[in-house]
């Protein structure tokens, strides 16, 4: 059974930085893109951040460029998301997700994490 576990949200001030982890089990992580989505009270589910399987290419929503990151390490079955620079309106729960390539639509993955809760106070 697939299972992803996300971990790293909380309350920041406006200016800060939090990591995001996804650690993931029950299938061969090396082999799957992977990718970081959000969801805003009242909002629709919106692509955050997508990497490779390799790691070699990863993708950002216009609206993180230049402030977060995703890179992902396979020997440990984790990947991450390194949000600087937060804003009040990176408030939202955030998801990690796999499946078989990049995509910015949800529907191209497979598997869902819970969720962890980001908060960034102005």
């Known amino acids: 059974q697939v299972q992803l576990v996300e971990s790293g949200g909380g309350l920041v001030q406006a200016g800060g930085s939090l990591r995001l982890s996804c650690v993931a089990s029950?299938?061969?992580?090396?082999?799957?893109?992977m990718a970081w989505f959000r969801q805003a009270p009242g909002k629709e589910r919106e692509f955050v951040s997508a990497?490779?399987?390799?790691?070699?290419?990863?993708y950002h929503a216009d609206s993180v460029k230049g402030r977060f990151t995703i890179s992902r390490d396979n020997a440990k079955n984790t990947v991450y998301l390194q949000m600087n620079s937060l804003k009040p309106e990176d408030t939202a729960v955030y998801y990690c997700?796999?499946?078989?390539?990049?995509?910015?639509?949800?529907?191209?993955?497979?598997?869902w994490g819970r969720g962890t809760q980001v908060t960034v106070s102005s």
């Open positions: 029950g299938r061969t992580f090396s082999t799957y893109t």
């Open positions: 997700a796999d499946g078989p390539s990049g995509s910015y639509s949800s529907t191209a993955y497979d598997y």
């Open positions: 990497i490779s399987w390799s790691g070699g290419i990863t």
